[in-house]
C-alpha cells in the first residue's frame, strides 16, 4: 500500500520533473553572448539540472503531505487566525502613520505608491465589490481626476486642496456618464463597455491637444500647500521650512505627499464603511445579488447603480488629482489598461468587498513587486559563488514570472480572495 | 382591488395572454391556476411591471380610494408606490446576505427618506438610527412570525428550501404592500412546511393584505383560497368560488383531468 503510493509519488514527481526540464531548458539553458563572431549561443546544463532537482524534490514534499480535504479547505481560517485578522488592521494604520520616521525618501516614497493603489482599489470595491458591476475601464475615472487638476490648476491657477473636491465631483460626473448607457448592461457586456470607456478616455486626452497638450502631457502641476505654507527648495518665508525655521529639503514634501494621501484614503475607507451599513450600501449588495428581486422590492435600481458609479469613480477622481500633485507632470501614457487592470486585481486577490483584504493585496502586488525587484538585485548582488552567477545575475528579470506564481498560487489556494469573510451590515440586537 | 380588462401578452407571434379580464377582492386570497404554460406568471409580471402588457388594463384600487394604473406604471414604483409584493417561482433571496440584512433590504425606501439618501446615515445622525432600529423591530416581527429568529445573522443562502420560501414571503411583507403577489410559494415544500405556509399566508389574509397565488398544489388551492381563477391557453375558462371551480365541468377537462386523485379529492 505504502510502497505504491511511493511509485505514484515518484511517477508523479518525474513528470514534473519532465515539464520542468521541457520549458527551463531553453529558458535557463541557453544563454545568448556577445561573442567574437557575433552573438552566440552558450549552454548551462548545470544551472537546468539544479533547477529540475528542485522541482522533483518540491513535488515530492508536496505529495508527501496529507491531502486536505474539501470540508477543511472549506471552513475557512480558524479561531486564531481571525483574531490575528482582526489586529491586522490596527496594526497596519500604526505602521503606516509611523513609516515615514524611519526617514528612508525610497520606502516612504514606495509606500506612497501603494497607497494610492489602496485608494483606488477601495474606490473600485464600491463598484465592482459591493454593487457587483465588473468595470475594466476604471483608470477613467483616475485619468478625469487628473487632468480636472491639471487643467485648472493651469487655468485658473487654483490650489491642490480647491482643485481636489472638484476632481472628484468631475470624476463623478464622468461615472453618471458612463453610468447611463450600461444601465441595461451585466456581467461580461459591461465589462467590455467600460473597458471601452476607459481607452475613449485615453484616446481623448491624446487627441484634443488644444486642452490637453495631447500625448506631450502636462508639466508643472502645483504641489499641494499645508495651510498655505509650500514646500518649495528656497526656503523663504512663505514655505514651510521658512516658517518653522529649519532646512528646507526634499524628504519634507515627500513625508507630506504621503501623509496626504494616508489621509485620503482613510477618509475612503471610513466612507465606504460608514455608507456600507446604510440602506444604500446594502441596495448596492442586494444589487449585486439579485436585481430582479431589488426591482420586485420597489428599489429604482437604475438610481442605485448610478450612484456606485458615481461614488466608485469619485475616489478615483480623489486619488488622480493626488497623482497629479505627487508626479507635477500627467500624460494619457499614464492612464493605459493596464492600470484597470493592476485596480482590478488588486480587488480580486484582496476578496471583492473587503476593505482590508484590497489593503494586503495593494500592498502584495504594488509594494511587493517592488520589494520582489530590489531584494533579487540584492541577492544578484551578493550570490558572488560561480555556480549561481550566471543565474543570479538575471534574477531581478524573473519578477514577473515569480509575482505571476504567486498570484496563482493565492488563486488556487484561496478563490474567493485573501479576506473572503463578509461581515453583515447589521445585527439583531437583544429583544 | 385589482381589476385586469382585456389584458393580452405576445411575444411575437406568440400569444400568452388573450383578452384576459378578472378581479381580486379585497381581503381575499384569490389563486390562478392553469396548466403548465396557461400564461399563470405572464400575468404576475403583467401586474408586477416585468412585461408591459401588449394590450389591456390592470387597475388596482388601495383601501383608501388611492386608484393606480399598473400597465402604465415603471417596474420599480409598482412596489414602491403602488404597494404590490411579488415573490418568485425560483426563490430570489439575496443568498449571500443575511437574513435580517434581507429584510432590511425590502424596507429600502422607508429606510432611504429617513436617512437622506444614505447622507445623514453616513454622518450616523440619530434620525436615522431611530429608523433603522424601527426597522430591525418590523424584522423582528416578521422572523417570529417565520420562525425563523434563530436565524437572523444567518446567510439567507444556507437556509433550508422551506425556510427560504417562507423568508421570501417575509421579505415581501416588508414592503408594506396592500396586495402580495406569490408564484407558486408550495412548490417542493412537504407536507408540513405546507401546512405552515398555509397558515402564514392566511394569517397575512388576516391581518387586512390581499393575496394572488398561482399554485399548482390544489391542496393549497382548494383549502386557502377564496376566489379562483382558471387560465388554458392564455384564456380564462372558468372563474368562482373552490366548490364552484371543483365542480365546473370546463375546469375538469382542462385541467383537473377525471378521476385526478390528489387533484380534487383535496
Known sequence: ??????????????????????????????????????????????????????????????????????????????????????????????????????????????????????????????????????????????????????????????????CLPLAGIMAAFAGILLGFPVLRLRGDYLAIVTLAFGEIIRIVLINWVSLTHGPSGITGIPRPTLFGLAFSM???????????????????????????????????????????????????????????????????????????????????????????????????????????????????????????????????????????????????????????????????????????????????LRPRGMVSTRVPTVTLGPA | MLAAAGLTMRFGGLTAVADLSFEARAGEITAVIGPNGAGKTTVFNCITGFYKPSEGRIALTHPNGARFALDRMQGHRIASRARVARTFQNIRLFAGMTV??????????????????????????????????????????????????????????????GAQRRLEVARAMCIDPVMLCLDEPAAGLNPRETDVLNNLLLGIRDDGCSLLLIEHDMGVVMRISDHIVVLDHGKKIADGSPAEIRADPAVIAAYLGEGDEDGVAA
Request: aromatic residues 10%; glycine residues 12%; neutral net charge.
Open chain 1, 1 to 162: 500500500m505504502i510502497t505504491g503510493r511511493m511509485t505514484g509519488a515518484l511517477r508523479d514527481a518525474g513528470l514534473s520533473a519532465l515539464i520542468a526540464l521541457g520549458l527551463f531548458a531553453p529558458l535557463i539553458g541557453l544563454l545568448t553572448e556577445n561573442g567574437e563572431h557575433g552573438l552566440g549561443l552558450r549552454g548551462r546544463p548545470f544551472a537546468v539540472a539544479v533547477v529540475v532537482v528542485l522541482v522533483f524534490l518540491g513535488r515530492l514534499i508536496m505529495l508527501s503531505r496529507a491531502p486536505r480535504t474539501v470540508a477543511a479547505r472549506a471552513e475557512g481560517p480558524g479561531l486564531a487566525m481571525r483574531r490575528a485578522g482582526r489586529a491586522l488592521a490596527p496594526a497596519l494604520l500604526v505602521f503606516a502613520l509611523l513609516l515615514p520616521l524611519g526617514g528612508s525618501r525610497y520606502y516612504v516614497d514606495l509606500a506612497t505608491l501603494v497607497l494610492t493603489y489602496i485608494m483606488l482599489g477601495w474606490g473600485l470595491n464600491v463598484v465592482v465589490g459591493l454593487a457587483g458591476l465588473l468595470d475594466l475601464g476604471y483608470v477613467a475615472f483616475y485619468a478625469v481626476g487628473a487632468y480636472s487638476y491639471a487643467l485648472l490648476a493651469e487655468a485658473f491657477g487654483l490650489g491642490f486642496w480647491t
Open chain 1, 234 to 412: 528656497d526656503g523663504g518665508a512663505g514655505t514651510f521650512a521658512g516658517f518653522f525655521d529649519i532646512e528646507p529639503e526634499t524628504i519634507q514634501r515627500v513625508t507630506f505627499l504621503y501623509y496626504v494621501i494616508l489621509a485620503l484614503a482613510l477618509v475612503t475607507n471610513w466612507f465606504t464603511l460608514r455608507l456600507r451599513r446604510t440602506p444604500l450600501g446594502r441596495a448596492w449588495e442586494a444589487l449585486r445579488e439579485d436585481e430582479t428581486a431589488c426591482r420586485s422590492l420597489g428599489i429604482n435600481v437604475t438610481n442605485t447603480k448610478l450612484t456606485a458609479f458615481a461614488i466608485g469613480a469619485m475616489f478615483g477622481g480623489f486619488a488622480g488629482a493626488f497623482f497629479a500633485t505627487r508626479q507635477a507632470f500627467i500624460s494619457p501614457e499614464s492612464f493605459t489598461f493596464i492600470e484597470s487592470a493592476t485596480v482590478l486585481a488588486i480587488v480580486v486577490l484582496g476578496g471583492l468587498g473587503s476593505q482590508l483584504g484590497v489593503a494586503l493585496a495593494a500592498i502584495v502586488m504594488v509594494g511587493g513587486l517592488e520589494l520582489l525587484r530590489s531584494f533579487l538585485s540584492f541577492l544578484a548582488e551578493n550570490l558572488g559563488s560561480d555556480l549561481f552567477a550566471g543565474i543570479a545575475n538575471e534574477l531581478p528579470l524573473y519578477r514577473m514570472l515569480v509575482f505571476g506564481l504567486a498570484l496563482v498560487v493565492v488563486m488556487v
Open chain 2, 100 to 161: 435580517l440584512e434581507n429584510l432590511l433590504v425590502a424596507q429600502h425606501n422607508a429606510l432611504m427618506g429617513a436617512s437622506g439618501f444614505s447622507l445623514l446615515a453616513v454622518l450616523g445622525t440619530g434620525r436615522y438610527r431611530a429608523a433603522e432600529a424601527q426597522g430591525r423591530e418590523k424584522a423582528r416581527h416578521w422572523l417570529d412570525r417565520i420562525g425563523l429568529i434563530d436565524r437572523a445573522d444567518a446567510p439567507a443562502g444556507e437556509l433550508p428550501y
